[in-house]
DNA sequence: GGAGGCGTAGGAAGCGCTTTCATGTGGCGA
DNA sequence: TCGCCACATGAAAGCGCTTCCTACGCCTCC
């Protein structure tokens, strides 16, 4: 059990500097040098300091040094949404990296929001550095922030000019689930998304057009948004039709795992009759029947890299733009039929 | 801290209150003033200053703001870890709350970090209110950060003395299942999760023994850590045995799914040969087949709740604690067995 | 016609910290 | 013995904002 610092008697407020100060018998801005090392303090006087700081229970008001130090040892991420388990990873391995660096995390989640261009603009006033993920703001923004001296980062978005990006690299495991979907026996594939919606959805497209193309396959595409019920309810309307697709290929789990209800719905046996595939290898694209064959973006190394190429450009410890492009897995399971 | 650059010849500084008065022509408070609105100003007079804003594209310095009116703006929420579709749409939920109420967010996750005190008691430092999700710190420290006068919510961990609580009724829900379990015809159930670990898996397994109880039923309870890994080992070693389970009662969505896994690589049919049950209702519950019986709680407006209590607090609108607790639903699907 | 009231606005004092600049001290070489 | 120079330290000047207190018109009311 930590005895609690006792707090002065008859003093009202929290603890400043100044008491410290008198309490060891030093001036303010020696218990700053002692504290922060920022200039050589004797060692007995660093001593009486300390104790000063411990007995007290002095904690430095950051609002205080933020302003005399002009920096707020604290980043910013801009998500577009935080729901889903993508995400919350990406925050994972950033926060955790950012804290390591010493610097606090403030998140701001754009979505229904009335205006995310303001809220971005009023978080880049509390923090050091700002992370952008997807299509959260548009790209002038974006150029302003950075123009104005504060460092950005996006991550999965399209590289802007003079902005640090990281990304993961969707086209080469789209071209690929395109060319294993083309290693199956399939004429008609659509593609379930909505490439304008999102720059990386864009790649996937992108990518899975090519593999398909390489082997004579021209696949559709149809707009759809990245949830579940969506997801059904568009595959249902794919599926209606007399000359139905052999294949979807879904922009993200979700509206995999929709379709793949969709799809039973009518009957058919996803995996024989229907090939459907997903992205982000979520919990459930494991455990659905037929388990889901995707794509596994490493999601975590891209919050943690994001943190550490802010951090970077906050040190000024490098000044020209570094673009990081992750690789990325295809998973192949049983969702996209009987392995050739 | 980082030694400041000496700004380029020419370079004009970030615009501060300042230079707004002079272009108004009239006094930096007259320029609070009419922005905040915090005293009457005459309507030329704001027009003009307003018109300088707009022109100079002054944005206030929070650092500035902060340090003046003793106030951050900005609210902390600390996750004891961050993976997994269950905090994130905690935090969702928080955050729009939180932002619609003109504060920022401070996210902060303990797991794995070598003091997660420390970091609780600066990030109080940095906000004006904090949320704790389970128990993330000792009890302790909650009670010294509330008796310095900070603002407090416990989340989903049991009431602390004069702090405000938000929770999911986890004890009515766990009996609801316990009694549905044994009205299947099970003998022998056990629970897997560490109730010691989480005072909401506590909560379950109390409500569980209550619920079997009431029919005579005993179950028997196995520590099990809260990841899929863990709760196809734990499952596997408890289905080796002779006189195996009828029902594996498990603490979270996680732990079950990885039973499942592990009771079919033994052979045996989820759902008729053995009964398995999750809680939180994750996407995977409802996709997994059999689909999962489980709990579903009300993550988001657990959320939203406990930004608004907290604000309550910080604007002193109440001073009398408040403890909320919002209602669980029971999912029966196909994981436990032929409904009778 | 003078005193008081009211609406408006500016000066200036902080808020708690970092950092510069000036000062005092002791050690050292000449 | 004297002067010089590091070194350690304190006083004080901000950082950008809010807000108290005061000042100044101008109007109203005896």
């Not at 700081?53 to 980043?75: C, I, K, Q």
């Not at 889903?84 to 754009?110: F, K, M, N, Q």
Request: glycine content about 10%; charged content about 25%.
């Amino acid at each position: 059990m930590k005895a609690l610092p006792t707090p002065p008697e008859g003093e009202t407020g929290p603890v400043t500097i100044y008491d410290v100060a008198a309490r060891a018998g030093v001036g303010i801005a020696t218990v700053s040098r002692a504290m922060n090392g920022s200039a050589p303090v004797a060692e007995a006087t660093r001593a009486k300091v300390l104790a000063a700081v411990e007995e007290l229970g002095f904690r430095p008001s950051h609002a205080g040094t933020s302003l005399a130090a002009r920096t707020h040892a604290a980043n910013g991420i801009v998500f577009p949404d935080l729901s889903g388990p993508y995400y919350a990873e990406v925050l994972l391995g950033y926060e955790e990296t950012a804290s390591r660096l010493g610097r606090s995390v403030l998140v701001l989640a754009t979505h229904g929001r009335p205006d995310p261009d303001a809220a971005v603009r009023d978080l880049a006033g509390r923090v050091d550095g700002i992370v952008l993920l997807g299509r959260t703001v548009p790209d002038h923004v974006v150029e302003a922030l950075s123009a104005f001296g504060l460092p950005v980062v996006v991550v999965a978005r399209p590289e802007v000019a003079g902005v640090d990006s990281v990304r993961a690299n969707s086209v080469d495991a789209a071209r690929a689930l395109g060319e294993h979907l083309a290693g199956h026996d399939l004429r008609k594939v659509a593609f379930l998304g909505s490439p304008e919606e999102s720059p990386d959805v864009a790649e996937r497209w992108r990518g899975v057009r090519e593999g398909l193309g390489a082997h004579g396959i021209e696949p559709t595409v149809t707009p759809c948004l990245f949830d579940e019920e969506s997801g059904a309810r568009v595959a249902a309307g794919l599926l209606a039709v007399d000359d139905r697709p052999d294949a979807l290929v879904c922009a993200n789990d979700e509206i995999a795992l929709g379709a793949i209800v969709a799809a039973e719905q009518i009957g058919l046996r996803v995996g024989r009759d229907i090939a459907i595939t997903g992205w982000d290898d979520v919990m459930a694209a494991r455990h659905a029947r037929p388990a889901l064959t995707t794509v596994r973006q490493p999601m975590r190394a891209l919050g943690t890299l994001a943190a550490e190429v802010l951090d970077q450009r906050i040190n000024a410890t490098r000044t020209t733009p570094r673009h990081e492009l992750l690789a990325t897995d295809l998973v192949v399971r049983d969702s996209c039929g009987p392995h050739p």
